[in-house]
């Protein structure tokens, strides 16, 4: 029962499976983040061993990642930017930094944000539109000169 309530406290959503989808991070990798999201702050320093890691697999498993494997979804997490390494101590314990999901997604520029509001002056009508149809002061804009033109 109380590996539940760890599931239910998880604050894993859709859109860490989309980012997961995404940067084709596999379902070791990704129960990886999930433990390590489990055991500490989000954004803070956590010194974790992957053996105990390998220890909470077993029991759901059956029998624990090969190291090989464990270092290849570690590595993934790292490419993705999911972890940050700080210190390395072993290959299987060493400090790290867990990142948010909002730093991972790159924020949205000014100009996206603002780029329907700047297509606006499209709509709006020329503002020689008048001179142009009068027909005095127009430029060359016709190829055939009417006869006001001459006189």
Known sequence: MPENSFKNNLPWTEAHEAFCYQHHICPAAKSLWQWLMRLGQIASEIEPDLSEFN??????????????????????????RVLEVIKRYSWKISKLLVRPLSWLNPPKKASEKKLQNNNSSYNLDPSNNTNAESGVNSSS???????AEFE
């Open 55 to 80: 220890a909470t697999v077993a029991k759901s498993r059956g029998k624990p990642y090969a190291h090989n494997y464990l270092k290849k979804i570690f590595e993934i997490l790292v490419s993705a």
């Open 141 to 147: 804009n016709s190829l055939t000169p009417t006869t």
